[in-house]
């Protein structure tokens, strides 16, 4: 983990791996405005090839390679957050619906959606650096990342923090069937082939459960600060 080169890599990266509703995407927001860096939602580029998939029918293997290819995306600032658009067309809530985050975790099983999808996701890691959050961002994105973090929680609290995401953002949502989808998207994820949800050897692993957001953003900055010699607070 604390790679003593650390300091001398062009770009640094912290990944951020783990399930949905582990917390991996609000530590990371936090994490990118507290270090000033560079955030990569990778989940958002599943979800983007899922949505784009979806609203032109396709389900073929090639053409969905084609679409993770070719798609044209664009992130913007927005307050805090990142504004996504597919085509010109603003998609950030669309890209969360449950039926595409579904859809996403389907399509991220085939290799070549991901293999096409690799090198747009090292395209991030810029000066004066990345948080990259992802499923297997330690493992095959950037495996020589100097900090890895690996984040879990109980799958009832995971769902019950992704109910409260979604109904802040006005999107419909039943507990129940949260749970259960997050279940088998766990199982998707984690059984596939090609780059599967596990964390890398050298992650540090943190179970979030008890955790409340500002004690793991600052256990992740304290690691930061001293893998990376940078001093924030
Ligand atoms: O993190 P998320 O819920 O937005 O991700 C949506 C789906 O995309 C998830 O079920 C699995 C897939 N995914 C992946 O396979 N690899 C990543 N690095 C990120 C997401």
């Not at 798609?71 to 595409?100: C, F, H, N, W």
Request: proline residues 4%; hydrophobic residues 40%.
């Amino acid at each position: 983990m604390h790679n003593q080169l650390a300091m001398n890599d062009p770009v640094p990266v912290i990944t951020l791996d783990g399930p949905g509703g582990s917390g991996k995407g609000t530590v990371c927001l936090l994490l990118a405005e507290k270090l000033r860096w560079h955030i990569l939602d990778s989940g958002s580029l599943y979800r983007l090839t899922a949505l784009e998939s979806m609203q032109k029918n396709v389900s073929d293997e090639a053409q969905l390679i084609e679409i993770a290819n070719n798609m044209d995306i664009d992130y913007r600032p927005d307050g805090a957050r990142l504004k996504v658009l597919l085509s010109g067309q603003d998609v950030t809530d669309a890209i969360r619906a449950e039926p595409v985050g579904s859809k996403a975790s389907e399509i991220a099983a085939i290799a070549g959606v991901r293999q096409a999808l690799l090198e747009r996701q090292r395209a991030f890691a810029v000066s004066p650096g990345l948080l990259a959050d992802g499923r297997d961002m330690g493992t095959v994105v950037f495996p020589h990342a100097a900090l890895k973090i690996f984040l879990t929680a109980r799958p009832e609290e995971r769902a019950k923090r992704r109910y409260k995401q979604l109904k802040e953002k006005g999107i419909d949502a039943n507990l129940p069937e949260l749970v259960a989808e997050l279940e088998a998207r766990d199982k998707r994820d984690s059984e596939r082939s090609a780059a599967p949800l596990k964390a890398a050897d050298d992650a540090v692993l943190l179970d979030t459960t008890e955790m409340s957001i500002d004690e793991v953003v600052n256990q992740v900055l304290r690691m930061a600060n001293q893998c990376f010699g940078t001093s924030v607070v």
